[in-house]
Nanobody, 122 residues
């Protein structure tokens, strides 16, 4: 079992920057990838960014955030961070931390945080 604790939800002005944090606890051998998904009102959940925590490779970003968002990890804290720059109103969403273990291209085991709200508005 893995538990995920998110922090960093906020109201941010357009063009601003903000960082989300997610710390994992429990059986870290059960996962090899952590990342962030988001769900905008009335839409399906989508992958924002992910990173393979075992080696820092296999970094993925949604096309809509490439060049603006950066995912990073801190092995000592079992944490991942999402630095969001040049935020846009369309980035407004509930951001949910994900931890998974992949077999090939698909996760065979997943854990989810409760989510944290990021609102981009002036």
């Amino acid at each position: 079992q893995v538990w995920l604790t998110e922090s960093g939800g906020a109201l941010v002005q357009p063009g601003g920057s903000h960082t989300l944090s997610c710390e994992a606890s429990g059986n870290m051998n059960a996962i090899d990838t952590m990342g962030w998904y988001r769900q905008r009102a009335g839409e399906e959940r989508e992958l924002v960014a992910s990173i393979r925590i075992t080696d820092g490779f296999m970094i993925k970003y949604a096309d809509s955030v490439k060049g603006r968002f950066t995912i990073s990890k801190d092995d000592a804290k079992n944490a991942v961070y999402l630095l969001m720059n040049n935020l846009k109103p369309e980035d407004t969403a509930a951001y949910v931390c994900n931890a998974a273990f992949y077999l090939g291209p698909r996760p065979i085991r997943e854990y989810w945080g409760r989510g944290t709200q990021v609102t981009v508005s002036s």
